[in-house]
């Protein structure tokens, strides 16, 4: 019984250094959209963005 509690905190311990502190979202370039068949993403500066959204889609006909 000692073993599991031990198991338990340790791995729970391993789990929440994982986590990333108070960030649910991703701020890295690997996490934002990218363009597709239908849509092309734009990625705009900080100092050129109309508001706090830092990349508009744009519809692409055919």
Do not use: F
Request: proline residues 5%; charged residues 15%.
């Amino acid at each position: 019984m000692k073993i599991r509690l031990v198991l338990l905190v340790v791995g729970t311990s391993l789990l929440s250094a994982c986590a990333s502190p108070g960030d649910n979202g991703c701020n890295k370039t690997l996490c934002r959209p990218l363009s597709e068949n239908h849509s092309l993403t734009v990625w705009w500066p900080s100092d050129i963005r109309s508001g706090v959204q830092d990349y508009s889609q744009v519809s692409v006909g055919r």
